[in-house]
C-alpha cells in the first residue's frame, strides 16, 4: 500500500467510533488487552477469538485460564475468588456474574474476524530455539501469525484495521500490508498500524489500566494527516490514558522501539547479574551496589535486582530478534554485543549451581542428595512458566546427581511435571513435584528460592521448624534482601543470597 493508497484507504473509513473490535489470540495480550478496553469503551463490542477452543471454554467459564492480580475483580462480580470458597459456590451455583457485557470469547473466528472494523493480532510467535540455555539465535515462529493473515485476507470486505500486537521482525507491518494486497478480495481494503503491547506479566492489568505509554506506528499520508483508522485506535485509548502518553510514530520506529525496550530491560538484568558474581567474589553486596548505582537517575532503580536471570516469552525473544536483525543488517560487532546479555542471563543458573555444589560433597552420586526449588513460574504474580530459570536450575542440580523437589502454590501440578518432562529428558525421573512448602523441604540438603511468592517469604513459612527435617548443610539460597538471613542462620540453615559473599 503506497501512501496514495492510504490516503484513499483512510477515506474508507467510517469517522465515529469503533463498533466492532477482535483480538485474534485469547492469551496475555489479546484477552487481557479486550478486557481492559472493554471496561472503558463500554459502547464497542470486543470479541477475543482463538483456535485453541480449550482456551475460550476456559474464558467462559468460572476458572479463567489467566491468573493475574485484579484481573477477576474487573471480569468477575464477586471479583477474586478463592479456590475453595469456588468449589463451595459451585455446588447448585449457576455461574459467577460478569461485569463486562461488551467482551466474549469464541471459537468462532470466521465470524468475528468478518464481523469486526478493526482486528488485533495477537496471536504467539514462539522463538525457533526451544532450550533457554541453547546457544543459537534463529529468528521467530511466524507461522501463527500467517495463518491469522490469510484468515483476515479469505473473511474480509470492505475496509479495515489490522492492529499488529504480536512480537515480531521488524518490517513485519510491511510484510502483511504486502501480504493482505495479494492474497485478499478486491472488495477488501486494510490500513496496517504497529501498536505493539508493553504489559508486564505479574502486573499486566496495572500495565494496561495505567500505561506509561500506548505506541502507534503508521505510515502516514503523503499530506501528512492523520488517518482515520489511528484517529479510531486513539479514540479507544483517550477514555481514560492521557494524550501526552498516546505516542504516534512511524511504522518502523514502533516497530523497532519495542524490541529495543525489551533489550534494554533485559541487558540491566545481565548488568546487575553479571556484577553479582564480581559480589559473590568480593566483600561486596549487590543490594548495596543496586542501591548506590540506582539513586543515580541516568541508572535508576528499576531491574537493578540480581537474581536467576530473566524468564518469560518476551524478554529473550526481543534480544534474540535484535541479535538476529543485528546479523541480517551485518552488523556483526552490534550482534555481538547483545549476545553477551543473553550469555550472561544462561550463566547465571549455572554460576548458581556451581555455588550450591561447592558446599556438597565432590561426589554426590549414590548418595540420595535432594534439593528443593519453590516457586516455577518465571517470576512472581504469574503462573506463566515459559522460559523460567527455574527450569534450567532443576536441570543444573539433576546434571550433578540431586534429586529434585519442586513446589510451586499457583502453578498447576501436571504443567510443572510436563515441563520437566520436556525439559529435562530421561533425569526427570530425578525430579518430584510436591504439594506444599514443608514436603519440599522435608529430607533435603538444599532449599532454593526461586520465585517470590507471598507463600514464601515473610511469616508463611515455620523455616524453624523446617530446618530441623532437613539435612546437613541445610544450605538456603534466594535473591537478596528476601528473607532475614540473620534469623534464618539462628534457626540452623547455611544462608546464601545472590550477589553475597
Ligand atoms: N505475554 C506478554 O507479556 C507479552 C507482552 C508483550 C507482547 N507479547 C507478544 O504478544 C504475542 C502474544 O503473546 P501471549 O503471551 O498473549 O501469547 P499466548 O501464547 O498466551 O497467546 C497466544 C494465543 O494465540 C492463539 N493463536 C495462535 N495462532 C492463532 C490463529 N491463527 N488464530 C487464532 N488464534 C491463534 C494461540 O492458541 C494462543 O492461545 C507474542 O508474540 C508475544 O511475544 C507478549
Not at 548458581?352 to 517470576?379: C, N, Q, Y
Not at 528473607?483 to 545472590?498: I, N
Request: net charge neutral; glycine share 6%.
Amino acid at each position: 500500500m503506497g501512501s496514495n493508497n492510504m490516503e484513499i484507504m483512510s477515506k474508507q473509513w467510517p469517522e465515529g467510533n469503533i463498533q466492532k473490535v477482535c483480538m485474534i489470540g485469547a492469551g496475555y495480550v489479546g484477552a487481557l488487552t479486550a478486557i481492559a478496553l472493554a471496561s472503558k469503551n463500554p459502547s464497542v463490542q470486543f470479541s477475543v477469538v482463538d483456535k485453541d477452543a480449550s482456551l475460550i471454554t476456559a474464558w467462559n467459564s468460572d476458572h479463567i485460564p489467566i491468573f493475574e492480580p485484579g484481573l477477576e475483580d474487573i471480569l468477575f462480580e464477586d471479583g477474586q475468588v478463592q479456590e475453595k470458597a469456588l468449589c463451595v459456590l459451585s455446588h447448585g451455583y449457576e455461574g459467577r456474574r460478569r461485569r463486562l457485557a461488551n467482551v466474549t470469547f469464541s471459537a468462532d473466528i470466521n465470524t468475528h474476524i468478518s464481523d469486526a472494523n478493526i482486528i488485533f493480532i495477537c496471536v504467539d510467535t514462539p522463538s525457533e530455539v526451544s532450550f533457554p540455555d541453547s546457544d543459537e539465535i534463529r529468528g521467530l515462529n511466524l507461522k501463527n501469525l500467517e495463518s491469522a493473515i490469510k484468515s483476515i485476507a479469505q473473511l474480509s470486505t470492505g475496509h479495515k484495521v489490522i492492529v499488529q500486537k504480536s512480537t515480531a521482525p521488524s518490517g513485519i507491518c510491511q510484510w502483511i500490508k504486502k501480504t493482505l494486497k495479494d492474497a485478499a478480495l478486491p472488495t477488501a481494503s486494510f490500513d496496517i498500524i504497529s501498536s505493539p503491547e508493553f504489559l508486564a506479566q505479574g502486573n499486566a492489568m496495572q500495565d494496561l489500566l495505567n500505561p506509561n505509554r500506548v505506541v502507534i506506528g503508521y505510515e502516514p499520508a503523503a499530506d501528512g494527516a492523520v488517518p482515520e483508522s489511528v484517529k479510531a485506535l486513539i479514540r479507544l485509548y483517550t477514555p481514560w490514558v492521557p494524550q501526552e502518553q498516546v505516542v504516534t510514530t512511524d511504522t518502523w520506529s514502533s516497530e523497532l522501539a519495542k524490541i529495543a525496550s525489551n533489550a534494554l530491560i533485559a541487558q540491566r538484568i545481565s548488568s546487575i547479574n553479571s556484577l553479582s558474581a564480581v559480589c559473590e567474589a568480593t566483600g561486596a553486596s549487590v543490594t548495596e551496589l543496586s542501591r548506590i548505582a540506582g539513586l543515580d537517575p541516568r541508572i535508576g532503580p528499576q531491574c537493578l535486582r540480581a537474581g536467576f536471570g530473566f524468564g518469560g516469552s518476551c524478554l529473550r525473544k526481543d534480544v534474540c530478534c535484535l541479535i538476529y536483525l543485528a546479523r541480517e543488517l551485518g552488523l556483526d560487532d552490534v550482534a555481538e554485543y547483545w549476545r553477551g546479555v543473553i550469555q550472561i542471563n544462561d550463566c547465571q543458573s549455572t554460576r548458581i549451581t556451581k555455588r550450591i555444589m561447592s558446599f556438597l560433597p565432590s561426589d554426590v552420586a549414590g548418595t540420595e542428595i535432594k534439593a528443593a526449588i519453590l516457586g516455577f513460574s518465571f517470576k512472581k504474580n504469574t503462573t506463566d512458566i515459559r522460559n523460567t530459570t527455574a527450569i534450567k536450575l532443576v536441570r543444573d542440580l539433576v546434571g550433578h546427581g540431586l534429586r529434585v523437589n519442586v513446589f510451586d502454590p499457583h502453578v498447576p501440578r501436571q504443567r510443572i511435571e510436563k515441563a520437566l518432562m520436556l525439559q529435562c529428558g530421561a533425569a526427570h525421573v530425578n525430579t518430584a513435584v510436591v504439594e506444599s512448602t514443608e514436603a519440599s523441604c522435608e529430607g533435603c540438603s538444599v532449599v532454593v528460592l526461586h520465585t517470590d511468592w507471598d507463600e514464601f517469604v515473610g511469616r508463611s513459612v515455620d523455616w524453624k521448624d523446617i530446618v530441623v527435617r532437613m539435612r546437613e548443610p541445610r544450605l538456603f539460597l534466594g535473591p537478596p534482601g528476601l528473607f532475614a538471613v540473620y534469623k534464618m542462620k539462628q534457626y540452623g540453615f547455611t544462608v546464601l543470597e545472590v550477589g553475597k559473599p
